[in-house]
């Protein structure tokens, strides 16, 4: 399907920015910890059971485990991509 | 090394680069909304942690750009503290969910921008992305 895009003039720039971020979209929606959906959860969380002293407790919590969290995943992913690199 | 791996090396800067426009624009977003909302901006940051590659201090925003480019982020006045006016976390959960949301509507316009100048249609455009993504995940995936 690449080829036939790229075949049809159709800029390969454009498709990779526009993929990346629709891939940005789903994963910064997903409720995981320090991404944007996790924090929109907590703000729902905060309206319906109405504790604004829980929701600064719990968001710095997560914001500070979430964020190491990502960035070993980010490593782990990186060092998964390159592993054809160092292998030749 | 040969001239396969820098061709893979070139690859991977490039791909580097367009993730690097998708989160300038994911953070500007967060930028745009938390100041049309009220809430302070103090840094604006492209990449994490230190040293600090450049900054500049521009309309009460830090601005900056460190070497760890794996991400970025938007510092809101307020953000760990709520007992701060104005703060981030002393706004109205609507308007943090807007703040929240603003990042991923940018991301979401701008792919969306792409499929009218590729396609002339966001529903194609979302059909095809999908099906490249399912590809993409399908090769990396064991």
Known sequence: MYDLLVSNNFHPFLIQISLINLFCVITNIFPSPALDGGLIWLAWCEKLFKRKKDYEIFSNKMNKFGFWFLMLGQIVLIGYLMIPIIRG | ?142
């Open chain 2, 1 to 142: 090394m040969n001239g396969f791996t820098w061709l893979i090396i070139l690859e991977y800067l490039y791909f580097w680069a367009i993730i690097m426009v998708s989160i300038l624009i994911h953070e500007l977003g967060h930028l745009i909304v938390a100041l049309w909302c009220g809430v302070p901006v103090e840094t604006f940051c492209i990449g994490f942690g230190k040293p600090i590659l450049w900054k500049r201090k521009w309309k009460g925003i830090t601005w900056q750009v460190t070497p760890w480019l794996l991400g970025g982020y938007t510092s809101l006045h307020g953000e760990t503290n709520i007992k701060k006016k104005k703060g981030f976390l002393a706004q109205r959960w609507s308007k943090k969910v807007a703040i929240l949301l603003a990042g991923v509507t940018m991301n979401f316009l701008l792919a969306c921008i792409c499929y009218l100048i590729m396609y002339r249609s966001i529903i194609t455009g979302l059909k095809i992305d999908f099906a490249l993504m399912s590809v993409f995940l399908q090769k990396i995936l064991p």
